[in-house]
């Protein structure tokens, strides 16, 4: 209409248009070719921001119908048809990309999708704030990129029977009905206009189907499809924005009155002062409202709204119901949307609010075990109910306490010492509160057996003592794992002829060359005994092991 101001978006779309006209005018150089998909891909980025915003516009009027059915239902339906409609026309031109590909490459539809086009997410229109898959054009990638022959026999036929005949009479019906929806107040400029008189770089008269895809390369076409889906988004969101300023609601009215306890938080430990706000709320039990809550977030902003969970109202109040699934403090956010009864615009009011989350405990501890093991790394768990791990600071009076990654703890404790306590406190809301101590005895690691072939006494075969090989001190019933002694050196004896035979110390708990000679001269019935065995522990700490004495059998 006279004296209108282009939209940065109608300005945006009208500069690529013009930039894609002069491309037209030109030989397809690569460099000319290659602008053609830049200008392609700026084009689909452009309009895939764009459907968010529709989407968006969508989740509004939606949120006005269901908080005023009545008032709202006469434009939300006409909202939801020019959805429709809207969607129908933009599918068939997603469609007319893939047959066009298809017939420049001389394959099959099927062919051609597996081959130059990928499935991506994009916003789905029909469920606002949620996302659905879309086949996207790798054009890059499309060998005829810069071929016009297959794609002006497709879009213009042999005899004006083309596609692009069929798509301009989409494009009428479509715009004819956008007006009839906001006015032809808006002709000029709600764009699709596919009729009047164009004119070439020679200046020859054409129509609309023959100025745009007459000899055009394949990379234009499907350049020009997108320019043309991005009018169709325009002239939508133009639509529904003409539609959602007509909504007007009827100035609030109360008909209730109660008083509301809002608890600081409902779980306290002692020590801790319970805080609520007592007021006076007033509510209309027929009005529908729609609450929109977030939980995990301290505010509800433009960027996180589509992931809230939407509550609506029961006789004018909303109630809230969360699962208790994550252990600890939790916190939500939140918005109420209403219309504002003097602007007639839609009104946020956030919220936010935290709970806690306490497990069913169950605390079993031996009173006369409480056991701590020297030279090693104990793993502890030290947590409060309905205390979040991060909130603890736990302490050692003798010793020395690590976090590991998954939350739990490990003690060290030294070697001389009889007893060590194990206390913790928690910060909240700025106060330290004390959570009680444990008493622990520490005591060494029990020393461990010495075995070869997993015996200390008895008959054992040649071969069999061969093969083991070597000496393994071994921690029976002892439930710690990585925890092993070394066997730092040994003695062999033997009675030979009536004589004591040594092989002199071992510094190893393998077999040596003296050994296995040993062995293998062993007769039936010899004894060999494995004495003065000497192991250190993983601490350093030097122990003598038990003898082992086997017979051959």
Same mark, same amino acid.
């Given at each position: 209409?006279?004296?209108?101001?282009?939209?940065?978006?109608?300005?945006?779309?009208?500069?690529?248009?013009?930039?894609?006209?002069?491309?037209?005018?030109?030989?397809?150089?690569?460099?000319?070719?290659?602008?053609?998909?830049?200008?392609?891909?700026?084009?689909?980025?452009?309009?895939?921001?764009?459907?968010?915003?529709? #989407?968006?516009?969508?989740?509004?009027?939606?949120?006005?119908?269901?908080?005023?059915?009545?008032?709202?239902?006469?434009?939300?339906?006409?909202?939801?048809?020019?959805?429709?409609?809207?969607?129908?026309?933009?599918?068939?031109?997603?469609?007319?990309?893939?047959?066009?590909?298809?017939?420049?490459?001389?394959?099959?539809?099927?062919?051609?999708?597996?081959? $130059?086009?990928?499935?991506?997410?994009?916003?789905?229109?029909?469920?606002?704030?949620?996302?659905?898959?879309?086949?996207?054009?790798?054009?890059?990638?499309?060998?005829?990129?810069?071929?016009?022959?297959?794609?002006?026999?497709?879009?213009?036929?042999?005899?004006?029977?083309?596609?692009?005949?069929?798509?301009?009479?989409?494009?009428?019906?479509?715009?004819?009905?956008?007006?009839?929806?906001?006015?032809?107040?808006?002709?000029?400029?709600?764009?699709?206009?596919?009729?009047?008189?164009?004119?070439?770089?020679?200046?020859?008269?054409?129509?609309?189907?023959?100025?745009?895809?007459?000899?055009?390369?394949?990379?234009?076409?499907?350049?020009?499809?997108?320019?043309?889906?991005?009018?169709?988004?325009?002239?939508?969101?133009?639509?529904?924005?003409?539609?959602?300023?007509?909504?007007?609601?009827?100035?609030?009215?109360?008909?209730?009155?109660?008083?509301?306890?809002?608890?600081?938080?409902?779980?306290?430990?002692?020590?801790?002062?319970?805080?609520?706000?007592?007021?006076?709320?007033? $509510?209309?039990?027929?009005?529908?409202?729609?609450?929109?809550?977030?939980?995990?977030?301290?505010?509800? !902003?433009?960027?996180?709204?589509?992931?809230?969970?939407?509550?609506? #109202?029961?006789?004018?109040?909303?109630?809230?119901?969360?699962?208790?699934?994550?252990?600890?403090?939790?916190?939500?956010?939140?918005?109420?949307?209403?219309?504002?009864?003097?602007?007639?615009?839609?009104?946020?009011?956030?919220?936010?609010?935290?709970?806690?989350?306490?497990?069913?405990?169950?605390?079993?501890?031996?009173?006369?075990?409480?056991?701590?093991?020297?030279?090693?790394?104990?793993?502890?768990?030290?947590?409060?109910?309905?205390?979040?791990?991060?909130?603890? !600071?736990?302490?050692?009076?003798?010793?020395?306490?690590?976090?590991?990654?998954?939350? #739990?703890?490990?003690?060290?404790?030294?070697?001389?010492?009889?007893?060590?306590?194990?206390?913790?406190?928690?910060?909240?809301?700025?106060?330290?509160?004390?959570?009680?101590?444990?008493?622990?005895?520490?005591?060494?690691?029990?020393?461990?057996?010495?075995?070869?072939?997993?015996?200390?006494?008895?008959?054992?075969?040649?071969?069999?003592?061969?093969?083991?090989?070597?000496?393994?001190?071994?921690?029976?019933?002892?439930?710690?794992?990585?925890? $092993?002694?070394?066997?730092? #050196?040994?003695?062999?004896?033997?009675?030979?002829?009536?004589?004591?035979?040594?092989?002199?110390?071992?510094?190893?708990?393998?077999?040596?060359?003296?050994?296995?000679?040993?062995?293998?001269?062993?007769?039936?019935?010899?004894?060999?005994?494995?004495?003065?065995?000497?192991?250190?522990?993983?601490?350093?700490?030097?122990?003598?092991?038990?003898?082992?004495?086997?017979?051959?059998?």
């Amino acid at each position: 209409m006279a004296g209108y101001k282009e939209t940065p978006r109608q300005k945006m779309i009208g500069m690529m248009y013009l930039v894609l006209t002069a491309l037209l005018a030109l030989n397809v150089s690569k460099d000319i070719l290659n602008a053609f998909i830049v200008v392609n891909d700026s084009m689909e980025s452009t309009n895939e921001s764009f459907a968010t915003k529709i #989407s968006s516009q969508y989740a509004r009027f939606e949120s006005q119908y269901n908080l005023n059915p009545g008032k709202v239902e006469e434009y939300w339906v006409t909202a939801k048809d020019v959805r429709e409609k809207s969607n129908e026309l933009i599918s068939y031109i997603e469609d007319l990309k893939i047959d066009l590909v298809a017939g420049s490459e001389k394959m099959t539809r099927e062919v051609a999708i597996k081959t $130059y086009f990928v499935l991506e997410n994009v916003p789905d229109q029909f469920n606002p704030g949620q996302m659905k898959e879309q086949y996207m054009l790798k054009l890059n990638e499309v060998p005829t990129k810069d071929k016009f022959d297959e794609p002006t026999n497709f879009m213009i036929g042999q005899n004006n029977n083309g596609k692009a005949y069929e798509l301009s009479k989409k494009m009428t019906e479509f715009r004819n009905y956008i007006l009839g929806v906001v006015g032809d107040q808006y002709k000029d400029r709600v764009g699709l206009i596919t009729e009047g008189t164009y004119r070439d770089a020679t200046n020859t008269p054409m129509n609309w189907e023959r100025y745009n895809f007459y000899y055009t390369i394949l990379a234009a076409d499907i350049t020009i499809l997108n320019k043309i889906i991005a009018e169709v988004q325009t002239a939508e969101f133009d639509a529904i924005t003409q539609l959602y300023g007509n909504i007007s609601e009827k100035d609030f009215k109360f008909d209730n009155v109660a008083a509301k306890v809002i608890p600081k938080t409902t779980y306290i430990i002692q020590g801790q002062n319970y805080e609520a706000e007592v007021l006076v709320a007033a $509510y209309d039990s027929k009005t529908k409202s729609q609450v929109k809550v977030l939980r995990g977030a301290d505010k509800i !902003t433009a960027a996180n709204i589509g992931n809230a969970q939407v509550f609506n #109202s029961i006789n004018g109040t909303v109630k809230l119901d969360f699962p208790g699934t994550s252990i600890g403090p939790q916190r939500y956010a939140g918005v109420i949307e209403m219309l504002d009864p003097t602007t007639q615009e839609l009104s946020q009011y956030e919220f936010k609010g935290d709970y806690i989350v306490a497990p069913p405990a169950l605390t079993v501890s031996p009173l006369k075990m409480n056991v701590l093991y020297a030279e090693l790394q104990n793993p502890i768990s030290i947590s409060s109910p309905g205390i979040a791990t991060e909130y603890l !600071t736990p302490k050692i009076t003798k010793g020395k306490l690590t976090k590991k990654s998954d939350g #739990s703890w490990e003690a060290e404790v030294p070697i001389n010492e009889k007893l060590t306590t194990i206390s913790a406190t928690a910060t909240i809301d700025g106060k330290t509160i004390n959570l009680g101590s444990y008493d622990f005895r520490i005591k060494r690691v029990p020393k461990p057996i010495a075995t070869i072939a997993g015996m200390t006494e008895g008959k054992i075969d040649r071969d069999a003592l061969l093969a083991a090989g070597a000496i393994i001190p071994d921690l029976e019933d002892f439930d710690f794992e990585n925890y $092993y002694y070394e066997i730092v #050196s040994y003695e062999l004896e033997s009675i030979v002829g009536g004589d004591l035979q040594s092989t002199g110390t071992v510094r190893s708990n393998r077999f040596n060359d003296a050994v296995k000679n040993t062995i293998k001269g062993a007769r039936r019935g010899q004894k060999l005994f494995f004495m003065n065995i000497q192991a250190k522990s993983p601490g350093g700490r030097a122990v003598t092991l038990n003898p082992i004495n086997l017979e051959i059998q």
